[in-house]
């Protein structure tokens, strides 16, 4: 006769990320059934766009993957931009790439300290935290804001770069690049490590496939999918980078891929702060006084690669100042979803290690 | 001279029975109290050890360098309320933190802490089998764990008990036979090379080491130390009360002092260890030059111990309790075997 153990890991846990629910059924430490409940952080932020208007509802999105704003800034930006047909001048787009990219190694630094502390690694946590708060000093000398940034605008970013901003990124990733290989070798270099990733939460490319699955998770599983170079936005087709892929399918495999594409990161801001060109930094049509004139019309769907994944954005309107529909396709929601076909038969453990590696934002999830 | 009869004079007036009586619990006191104090020390310097090897400052704010933090955070958990789960048993509930507590205090008037200058020696326990009675009284701290995890009716309890328990049962073996190596080498004195019947009693241990046994006895070195984390439950072998998975383990439904209680057993137990460790292997209060002054050896030696610790509690994630478990039965007691072998070839053919 099976005699099962149920433990409700969450709302409330110490190491999930962010408040989501997964009943366990476990048999002794083996995992026999993962359930997931989603829905504690739902904010409405959908249905609250329709509310505002098109430049009002950046705040929303900051939200959304909080740690991967200028992200999702993009993603919706470039919906919109769509809509209105909305030209975006050249020294713009390659500031957004910047900061879009800042931002994704902020994100993965914060996703790989959390990693170690979910197997009880506190070093590592503190040195990822200290990198990115000097990420996010360059944000608050751009922006004013340190997470939730709220930096880009329609038809352009809210401040031009100056030569300080500039210094202090090139100092930033001078700095940062012995220091990410430092944080690496903190992990690669402990026997324990390899010993709970090596083999555990492999995900097969069709399972992922038939999830849904995008970013590093996909990418991890062996398919080169990425939509900064299958279809490329901004300038990602101007610069040189690589897409990384791993065949091992397991976390050790995420991981490696995971630091890897922090270093193409690396290479892309460098290439574009060599390619910045002077210019405007807005659109003319969409200057201050004129933003909340802004209308639009159609319907318009964008996706970019966020930290987590493809990140899509669907915006309908219907003629006046404010949207008739927004719908966003969040990554970090399909990549949830396959948690239990991934733990099944694996050690309670295990399913720590495997949300740590997944590293999903509930603000993203539930929004 | 030791320090009993020392306060056994300065009461004689009052008669021998209560004069020694009183010489007991004073001397029990001094030793708990002095423990205590260079504990807190010890915790101070881990915290700032650990805050540099994570780039923070570490505490810096209460007392002149933050060195009352420890302090602070003791009344912080005597001020907090103690939530009691419902559906508990009761009496388990509230005698499980008592038992790791007082067990765990018992534990240090055991041991053999040698001289201090003008006080003499200050070892409390004068038996002839202080080596089985520590171990006895390290024994009841399982129980302490059982009844806090059972006690509680929590899921996330019961598996931080079963685990508690499985690291208790696999560990304590090799640890065992590793001090049986220990009894052996010791039953024949260096000096003379006769038998001695001094093997049980850490006393004898300690005066008859002119060679520190973890010379003689690397292996068996290894094999406690890591034992003794184990048993301490540190990490990398915290899965008992792993943070990340089972929230506290089976300290999870315990808040306020009660929680205070099974943490000072946490800390308290890596300190009896390393104290155990320097007394077996390293020679305990004997150094270098000899001097009236052993304690003090036998301190360095001990904090040099729970500084290494520390530095694997920083450094490395937390194991998986199979592989866990696998350490304990697959590697250690068959290692701590062999060194039960050599140690019988030691003492018939070496020495």
Not at chain 1, 39 to 59: P, Q, T
Not at chain 1, 95 to 108: C, Q, S
Request: hydrophobic share 45%.
């Amino acid at each position: 006769m099976a005699h099962y153990t149920e433990l409700n890991i969450g709302p409330i846990h110490p190491s999930i990320h962010g408040i989501l629910k997964f009943k366990v059924k476990l048999q002794e430490e083996i995992i026999e059934d993962v359930e997931i409940t989603l829905g504690f952080l739902h904010r409405n932020a959908e249905k609250i766009c329709e509310l505002n208007y098109y430049a009002d509802n950046m705040v929303y999105f900051d939200r959304m993957d909080y740690l991967d704003a200028m992200n999702m800034e993009v993603g919706y930006l470039t919906a919109v931009e769509k809509l209105m047909d909305m030209e975006v001048p050249e020294r713009a787009q390659w500031i957004r790439m910047i900061m879009a990219e800042l931002n994704r190694l902020g994100a993965r630094l914060v996703g790989l300290g959390a990693f170690g502390l979910d197997m009880g690694m506190l070093t590592p946590f503190f040195h990822c935290f200290i990198e990115r708060e000097k990420i996010q000093k360059i944000f608050v000398e751009a922006s004013g804001g340190r997470q939730e940034v709220n930096y880009m605008s329609i038809g352009g970013v809210y401040q031009d770069f100056n030569d300080q901003i500039i210094n202090d990124i090139r100092e930033f990733l001078k700095e940062f690049k012995p220091y990410l290989e430092d944080i690496y070798s903190m992990f690669m270099h402990s026997e324990i490590f390899w010993q709970r990733n090596d083999g555990v939460g492999i995900l097969e490319p069709d399972v992922a496939l038939d999830y849904g699955v995008t970013g590093p998770l996909l990418r991890g599983s062996g398919v080169a999918y990425d939509v900064r170079k299958d279809a490329p936005y901004m300038f990602y087709d101007k610069v040189n980078f690589d897409i990384p892929i791993s065949h091992k399918k397991d976390n050790i495999g995420r991981f490696i891929l995971k630091v890897e594409e922090m270093r193409q990161s690396i290479r892309i801001i460098e290439q574009s702060l060599d390619k910045i060109p002077d210019g405007p930094y807005f659109n003319n049509k969409a200057k201050k006084s004129m933003m909340l004139r802004l209308k639009g019309d159609g319907e318009a769907f964008s996706r970019i690669e966020s930290d987590n994944g493809e990140f899509g954005v669907y915006v309908r309107g219907n003629g006046t100042f404010k949207p008739w529909r927004v719908h966003v396709r969040s990554p970090a929601f399909k990549n949830i979803s396959v948690v239990p076909v991934m733990a099944k038969g694996m050690m309670i453990a295990d399913l720590i290690v495997i949300i740590g590696s997944i590293d999903t934002v509930i603000g993203e999830i539930d929004r | 001279m030791n320090l009993l009869t020392r306060i056994h004079e300065w009461f004689s007036f009052l008669g021998n029975p209560a004069s020694y009586a009183i010489g007991y619990i004073l001397e029990t006191l001094f030793i708990i109290i002095f423990v205590a104090i260079s504990f807190i020390a010890l915790i101070y310097i881990f915290r700032k050890y650990m805050a540099r090897i994570q780039r923070r400052v570490g505490p810096n704010r209460v007392g002149k360098f933050g060195i009352l933090q420890l302090i602070a955070d003791a009344f912080k958990l005597i001020g907090k309320e103690s939530i009691l789960p419902e559906g508990r048993d009761d009496l388990a509930y509230k005698i499980a933190p008592l038992i790791i507590m007082i067990a765990t205090l018992v534990s240090f008037i055991i041991l053999p802490f040698g001289d201090l200058a003008y006080f003499g020696s200050l070892t409390i326990t004068h038996s002839k089998i202080t080596l089985i009675l520590l171990f006895g009284i390290l024994s009841i701290l399982p129980i302490g764990e059982i009844l806090g995890g059972m006690s509680t009716r929590s899921n996330y309890a019961l598996i931080g008990t079963m685990r508690a328990v499985a690291k208790d049962v696999s560990f304590e073996v090799p640890m065992l036979i590793s001090a049986l190596a220990i009894v052996m080498v010791s039953s024949r004195s260096f000096v003379t090379g006769s038998a001695i019947t001094g093997g049980f009693n850490l006393s004898t241990i300690v005066t008859d080491q002119i060679i520190p046994y973890g010379i003689i006895e690397p292996l068996g070195l290894i094999v406690f130390f890591i034992s003794m984390i184990a048993r301490a439950s540190y990490s990398p072998y915290d899965l008992a009360e792993s943070d990340s998975e089972l929230i506290t383990g089976y300290t999870t439904e315990y808040s306020g002092m009660r929680f205070g209680l099974f943490y000072i057993g946490l800390f308290g137990m890596i300190y009896l260890g390393s104290f155990f460790i320097s007394i077996l292997y390293l020679a305990g209060s004997n150094g270098p030059v000899m001097t009236d002054l052993g304690f003090i050896y036998l301190f360095i030696k001990t904090d040099i111990l729970v500084l290494i610790a520390f530095l694997v509690w920083v450094s490395l994630p937390r194991i998986r309790i199979d592989k866990f478990v696998n350490l304990g039965w697959k590697y250690l007691l068959p290692l701590s075997v062999i060194n039960l072998i050599y140690a019988g070839f030691f003492i018939l053919y070496i020495r």
